[in-house]
């Protein structure tokens, strides 16, 4: 699927060019650029929150986070980033290198069933101030590099150099040309738009090239059980 446009302001020339004909596209600041904007990032939020759909672009690693506790300081608890949701792994590295420890994700209400031991576990707390709280028997030591995967928030738009995080942004755009063609009775827009958020379901459901959709029997090969 490719990428016709992939910034805010791509995205604003090409509404331009389909809703107004017009060769002066607005620029930040004008009345129609921040009201298409908002369309944009209301999109965005209807992608997002597609029921059934977990997108792979929102799987990241701590390690691309704009913030968050990335580094050990010889404490037992680290803030999570700003835009993390849950966790996406079942384990969370501490150290450099292929020797580093996994520590494993247990569930907060189970905390109370590993109290007493010094093993490698950890939870996600998602309170008032979500934190990743390894377990308070374990001496952390300092400087050492804390990585795991999660699934995040999608990013909203709103400097013209920001990037879409979709697959087909073009979704943004057919969707705010169909919220700006409602009063005119135009559903054309909208049936794109709606096709084009199908197709990338469709794609964030394919496997990859060496990967197959058939669930492998492990008894199969050698002596199973």
């Known amino acids: 699927m490719a990428k ?5 302001n791509d995205a ?41 759909v977990l997108w792979r672009e929102l799987f ?23 835009d993390f949701r849950f966790p996406a792994s079942g384990y969370v590295w501490v150290g450099e290198g292929n020797g580093k420890p996994p520590h494993k994700v247990i569930r907060p ?7 007493n031991n010094t093993d490698n576990w950890c939870y996600f707390l998602a309170d008032k101030t979500p934190t990743l709280e390894f377990n308070p028997n374990l001496n952390m030591s300092t ?29 943004v755009v057919y969707y705010a040309l169909s919220e700006l063609k409602k009063d005119e009775g135009d559903d054309s827009a909208a049936a794109i738009a709606s096709q084009k958020l199908e197709a990338m379901k469709a794609l964030n459901m394919m496997p990859a090239w060496y990967q197959t959709e058939a669930i492998v029997n492990k008894t199969e090969d050698g002596f199973g059980l």
Do not use: C, R
């Open 12 to 52: 604003i020339n090409y509404l331009n060019t389909l809703y107004e004909s017009d060769s002066q596209p607005p620029t930040s600041g004008d009345e129609d650029f921040i009201v298409w904007t908002n369309l944009f990032n209301l999109a965005i939020s209807l992608w997002e929150k597609e029921e059934g």
């Open 109 to 115: 209400q189970d905390k109370q069933l590993y109290e």
């Open 143 to 171: 400087g050492e590099t804390i990585n795991y995967m999660y699934y995040k928030n999608a990013s909203k738009v709103s400097g013209g150099t920001d990037t879409f995080e979709m697959s087909d942004p073009m979704f």
């Open 60 to 82: 990241v690693e701590l390690a691309d986070a704009a913030d968050g506790g990335k580094t050990t300081d010889g404490t037992n608890s680290y803030q999570l980033p700003s």
């Open 4 to 8: 016709v446009i992939s910034t805010l």
